[in-house]
């Protein structure tokens, strides 16, 4: 093993260390964004409504997932080097200036802005990996290429949940000084031959986009992009639900009296008032992923791509569903478990059963437009965490009817803490109490059954268009 390490060369690793930083940055504020922007301004939050959230995590992120068949255009253009360097730059101010933001269209143009600058950086580290591995080493290289990721995103969120200093503003700043380390280790990235062309970049874009109309002319292709779709309106209800869902209705004391127990640096750091923080638990999955990937993928490695598409997307849904399913954190965390196994097996077989079903000349062509389905699953994502959770589960809309069918009055100006505390006092109930008589009332945990119900349309899609409309033709 060692002596495949010795032939990765030097940008290699110091690509793979870039990734690293950015995604520990991305994932240090991405984690704790949703409960950012709809939690109580007493808390350093934004009291966004959950349909806000909604609009500006899923068409913002959906547009950074679109971009990258610009920008990487861009990059082999201008060249790796500097592109990274520009959206460095970009990270850093987007950064700063995002806490700054508290109206929702400062705060959605300036989350726009950030997304440019990951657009920027999504083509090119992944490029670099593909352009300094060959076919002995690319399987290792592009397994310590997602382990980097994986890496990133489970320890930014303990990085910033530990030093935010009771402001979620700090989260911001804390990843601004992660991501400017970058500045550094770019000084080392020495840049792999291109695809570099005599065209300007109009006449780039002009041919990417009629490369990637050419590829939608084929309508299994298309049905293929669609039902993937699904999948990831689904996934990503991983950033934009769950850490508020737990944040609403989960009781995570259990949690916290564990590592109370065995460790209480980890309750004080990441816990208060008896709770733990909502992110902690979700960032389960990530820590799940980096213990079980590789028994996973050893696994399923000689399953056919489309089978552990179908399974990984099955698991995946139930395991989704049933995190939304109950008040019991261990549930909960068991349900993150399931997920994760689905996650594992289903996530990474797209791009290789996307280069199956291509024609053998257009392979390139087709594997461009993986980020269709990216893209809309965001929007799809951010409609389902934002409209439908706000009708279906939002304790903040629950407290405001119970206390209107109860006859009480709610003065204007009331932030979404002081209705809630405020309800609490003409109940004479506690906050758990209150949040339990919720539950049973009116049942926001009916919010997994749309979960499910789009995971399993994806799921049921996806075997109906192998199965049939493939094996047809």
């Not at 995604?23 to 350093?44: D, V």
């Amino acid at each position: 093993m060692s002596s495949i390490f010795k032939k990765f060369p030097r940008t290699f690793w110091v690509a793979n260390t870039i990734e690293l930083v950015e995604r520990f940055a991305w994932y240090g504020f991405f984690m704790l964004f949703a409960n950012y922007l709809t939690q109580s301004p007493e808390f350093g939050a934004l009291g966004f409504s959950q349909s806000e959230k909604g609009w500006l995590m899923g068409v913002g992120t959906g547009i950074l997932y679109f971009l990258p068949v610009i920008t990487g255009a861009i990059a082999d253009a201008w060249g790796y080097k500097r592109v990274l360097i520009l959206s460095f730059l970009i990270y850093v101010s987007a950064f700063l200036l995002l806490p700054m933001m508290t109206s929702f269209v400062g705060v959605f143009l300036m989350y726009l802005y950030l997304a440019l600058g990951a657009a920027l950086f999504k083509p090119i580290v992944s490029a670099t990996v593909a352009k300094t591995t060959n076919s002995e080493t690319a399987s290792i290289g592009f397994g310590i290429f997602y382990m980097m990721v994986n890496f990133g995103a489970f320890l930014g969120p303990l990085c910033t949940m530990a030093n935010n200093n009771g402001s979620y503003k700090t989260i911001f700043y804390i990843s601004a000084g992660i991501i400017s380390l970058n500045f550094l280790f770019v000084l080392f990235y020495n840049e792999p031959k291109r695809n570099e062309t005599s065209q300007n970049i109009i006449e780039v874009f002009k041919t990417t986009f009629r490369n990637i109309a050419e590829a939608l002319t084929d309508v299994r292709f298309v049905i293929f992009l669609v039902l993937v779709s699904g999948f990831w309106a689904m996934y990503h209800q991983l950033f934009y639900t769950l850490p508020v869902f737990i944040h609403q209705w989960v009781d995570t004391s259990l949690v916290y009296d564990f590592f109370n127990g065995i460790c209480p640096w980890i309750t004080k750091t990441y816990g208060e008032n008896g709770q733990m923080q909502s992110e902690f638990i979700t960032n389960f999955d990530a820590m799940f992923i980096i213990l079980f990937q590789i028994i996973i993928s050893s696994l399923v490695m000689r399953t056919k791509a489309i089978n552990s598409m179908i399974i990984g997307f099955l698991v995946c849904s139930i395991g989704m569903a049933l995190t939304l399913l109950t008040q019991n954190v261990i549930f909960t965390i068991i349900a993150i478990f399931v997920f994760s196994v689905g996650e594992m097996m289903g996530s990474p077989k797209i791009t290789e059963y996307i280069s199956q079903i291509a024609p053998k000349d257009k392979v390139a062509l087709y594997m461009g437009c993986s980020f269709i389905p990216v893209f809309l699953g965001n929007i799809g994502a951010g409609i389902i965490s934002g409209n439908v959770y706000a009708s279906v589960a939002d304790k903040e809309r629950m407290v405001r009817d119970l206390l209107l069918d109860k006859g009480l009055s709610i003065s204007d100006g009331l932030t979404k803490n002081q209705v809630f505390v405020k309800a609490c006092k003409e109940l004479s109930m506690t906050k758990r109490e209150l949040t339990n008589y919720l539950w049973e009332t009116y049942h926001p945990y009916n919010i997994w059954i749309i979960i499910l119900s789009i995971g399993l349309l994806a799921t049921l899609g996806l075997i109906i268009y192998d199965r049939v409309l493939l094996r047809k033709n």
